[in-house]
């Protein structure tokens, strides 16, 4: 800390340099080691923080009495064999420090990783190359899950302790959605599908190839539990078409001012209730909607059966009638469908159309 403390801006001028261009290559070895590891710094007690360099020499390790180490680096640090570090627990996240980096769902396992060492009463480092942003985002979660504080608060409670620490701005809109999920990643949550959706979005630019595990079961081929028993069915002819469950709910936005350069019309003012604004459902994809997705960027979302126009989609996003920006979107006009709520008896027999 004394270490940190004296070199303190240069150093972190030497960090930040080194994360914005270098931060997935293996440590250059004399500018890094110096300043990255300081060697590690403990933000609670057993608990450390640091970059490369902690792990570069075993003795670092030893000399704190660390015996669990949270790796999170492009990386797997070498630890050298018969250097004192059997019994050694160990993780490792491959991650990059880009803001595209998904994080996001390696969290539930960091986390875990750190309480059950801790529970065990070993002394844990948390490090990634230069100590800065990926091990400081791990670290960041870690305290908003155990000491129950908002993004915000165990942010700022760690940078009182290291000032340089700057996690890059898409590792902290990750922690929001974590903070947002209760810290615990819940897959089949809305906001958890939406992210995964921007993130395909971010890895196929050129839509060549959609995991399938990206689409909702078509209802009409599912035998599979009906939980929720609504299902959204084509006005026109009647075709299932989507559940409750792939409906990706979001907060209204700020309403007729975000359409502030457009006329608002009175009948729009007018409209009450809390999803009232809101025209369309925006909802995962489907599989129908398969074909009319891959190599496009935008167009129109068609019944499967009947061809009548239901809604579009767009990957960059679209505006719903709230305000609010949804990206990707995959929009459903809220007056082309119908909704049936279905008896649970009813579930184990949907007619396939
Ligand atoms: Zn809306
Ligand atoms: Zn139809």
């Known amino acids: 800390m004394v270490g940190l403390l004296l070199s303190r801006p240069l150093a972190a001028a ?10 997935c290559e293996r440590p250059v070895h004399s500018q890094s080691c110096a300043s990255s590891a300081g060697p590690m710094l403990e933000v609670r007690p057993g608990l450390y923080l640091g970059g490369a360099a902690a792990v570069a020499e075993p003795d670092h390790l030893r000399q704190v009495g660390i015996t669990a180490v949270l790796t999170v680096d492009s990386e797997e640090p070498d630890y050298k064999s018969g250097a004192g570090m059997e019994g050694l627990r160990s993780l490792f996240v491959s991650a990059l420090d880009k803001p595209e980096t998904d994080l996001l769902s390696h969290l539930d396992r960091c986390v875990a990783f750190i309480s059950q060492a801790r529970a065990e009463g070993r002394a844990v480092l948390v490090h990634c190359h230069a100590g800065v942003s990926r091990s400081v985002a ?5 305290m908003m899950k155990t ?20 996690m890059n701005e898409g590792f902290e809109w990750q922690l929001k959605l ?14 958890y599908k939406q992210y995964r959706l921007q993130k395909v979005t971010e890895k196929y630019p050129e839509l060549q190839n959609l995991p399938q595990e990206l689409f909702a079961v078509d209802p ?12 959204y069915k084509c006005r026109k002819c009647r075709r299932s078409l989507f559940r409750s469950s792939s409906i990706l709910d979001h907060n209204e936005g700020s309403g007729p001012i975000a ?10 003012m007018l409209t009450t209730g809390s999803q009232a604004q809101c025209t369309s459902y925006f909802i995962e994809p489907v599989q129908w909607m398969e074909s009319a997705l891959l190599g496009v960027m935008d167009g129109q979302l068609l019944c499967p059966k009947c061809n009548a126009k239901l809604g579009s989609f767009n990957w960059y996003g679209e505006q719903c009638s709230c305000g ?13 469908v119908d909704e049936m709520k279905m008896l649970p008896v009813l579930g184990s027999q949907t007619r396939k159309i």
């Open 14 to 23: 030497m960090l930040e340099a080194q994360a914005g261009s270098h931060g």
């Open 138 to 142: 791990i670290m960041t979660a870690f």
């Open 147 to 166: 000491d129950q504080l908002t993004f915000e608060k165990a942010y700022e409670s760690l940078r009182t302790i290291k000032p340089e620490a700057k």
């Open 178 to 191: 974590y903070e947002a999920m209760g810290c615990e990643v819940d897959t089949s949550s809305a906001i």
């Open 220 to 231: 009409t081929t599912i035998s599979q539990g009906l939980k929720d028993g609504i299902l």
């Open 259 to 268: 359409f502030a350069h457009k006329r608002v019309t009175p009948s729009f």
């Open 324 to 336: 609010r920006w949804i990206t990707p979107a995959f929009q459903i006009h809220k007056n082309r």
